[in-house]
């Protein structure tokens, strides 16, 4: 693979110092995640060909072994020792941005020869059934040193799968993008027939596309370029058809050469005078490849879907996981902190904070991940639900942060939709959060939410007169672990609206926002309007 290559795809996926760094700061990947897995190098080392061969014998009895192999040469081997090097990076801790080029270029080497995304998800699995083992046996049976250090290796976990799948359906996606561009602009062949069928003229594209001279084609009958997959008397179906009319569609042809190629196809009829048909123009052109791509794409997107749905899956059951354990780090550092606080250096003391701090934060971020994996696959199912109510319960868990703000909270009638009332909830919770969280420090907070029909939606609004968002960042509010503030201005773990997103997909609309700095903020998003009417609030 190119070096030019790999530049490109991370230009295109802005990955830089700054972001791999804010990546690493909301996955909390630090330099006490890098010194625990430094520890499982020696254990890594006595591991590196027991994985490899792990390797070896499921890919052996893999399907797409043959696939593979005809794409790259000595792929095998490569690819086992990009797997065995695999289990040592990850322990090296050096999380550097060459460290994040290398899981892209993995990415990208797994698109090339098409070795499904499952593979390195499948590898991830087989190394933390390896290592984890190892770094009990390294903890010597400590159950906080080995807590602590099952955390550390899911965070670079879940870091290497994001970016190399991130790279793989990116160079997939750009793939398939240029080969429907590049096939939108093909000419077209033209033919004129009797009413019998035989071609009269043929265009000098036929035989770019057919592999037929245009004089070899004249004087024959059109059924020559028809393949037999096509449906019988497909010729008198078109005179019939295109009597009054111009016939379009998908027809597949014969080449020359032997093979069928798919060819999108006019019709029309040439009248005389009187109106009588007395021949037939045919324009045509070879749409295989882009048939081809579009079939591939539909393909791609139901394997991102299901990668999409297996990730969420894998991050609940790791979020689920780490909360026992991660709930013993913090009730431990929080025992230490009313046990010695005072007793001990001023130090010390500030150590314990900051682990108590840390364990809080990771209890939190946790959390919110367990929440943005449940939206889609735990979800209740939609029924009739009254926006009112769930303003109202939205509102009162908003309490205590509404009455220490001091803000003011006004709303329009909301309508009933068909929805899942929990997570409409959490959806108005958030926005509303946001509002009151990033409230000008000049004036008291004045929060309004509306709604409205509008082309078969109900579009909700939530406004606000705060701080602002500038337009350059519209997009990126949206992405998980995206912040425009350091946590030390505003706290939070960069999910919320991600979650939000969501939740308002799920439920088949759109949310979008409209600001500018210093000047107050609105986020808008539609719910399809499958019930009618408005309830009084």
Known sequence: MSQEVLDSIVEELGLNPDDFQRRKDYLGLDEGDAARLRALQSEADRLKNVFADRFDKAFGRSEEFDDVLAKATHIQEQMRTDHGNQLSAIVSSGFDLDYARERLRIGLAHQR??????????????????????????????????????????????????????AYFHADQKHLR???????????????TDLSGTIIHASYLTQE???????????????????????????????????DDIWRGDVWHRHAGGHDYLARMSFAPVKNEAGAVTHYVSEY?????????????????????RSNRELEQFAYVASHDLQEPLRMVASYTQLLARRYKGKLDQDADEFIGYAVDGATRMQVLINDLLKLSRVGTRGKSFASTDCGRVLDSALANLSVAVQESGAAVTWDAMPV??????????????????????????????????ARRVDGAWEFSVRDNGIGIAPEYFERIFVIFQRLHSKAEYPGTGIGLALCKKIVERHGGRIWVESRSNEGTTFFFTIPDKESGIHGH
Request: net charge negative; with cysteine; aromatic share 8%.
């Open 209 to 243: 596309i057919s592999g037929y001279a245009p004089e070899q084609l004249v004087g024959q009958n059109i059924r020559l370029l028809l393949s037999e997959r096509n449906e019988e008397h497909l010729y008198k179906r078109w005179a019939r058809e295109a009597v």
């Open 285 to 305: 052109s070879d749409i295989t490849d882009a048939w081809e791509a579009e079939q591939a794409l539909k393909a791609r997107t139901e394997e991102l879907a």
């Open 178 to 192: 240029f080969l429907a561009k590049a096939f939108e602009s093909d000419l077209e062949g033209v033919l004129i």
């Open 417 to 450: 939709v068909m929805g899942d009332d929990t997570q409409l909830i959490q959806l108005f919770q958030n926005l509303i959060g946001n509002a009151l969280k990033f409230r000008a420090a000049t004036e008291s907070a004045q929060i309004h939410v509306g």
């Open 113 to 166: 020869v098409g070795l499904k995304p499952e593979w390195y998800v499948g590898s991830l699995a087989s190394l933390l059934e390896e290592l984890l083992p190892a770094a009990l046996r390294a903890c010597e049976g400590d159950a906080e040193r080995f807590s602590a250090t099952a955390l550390s290796l899911f965070k670079v976990c879940l870091l290497d799968i994001e970016l190399v799948i991130s």
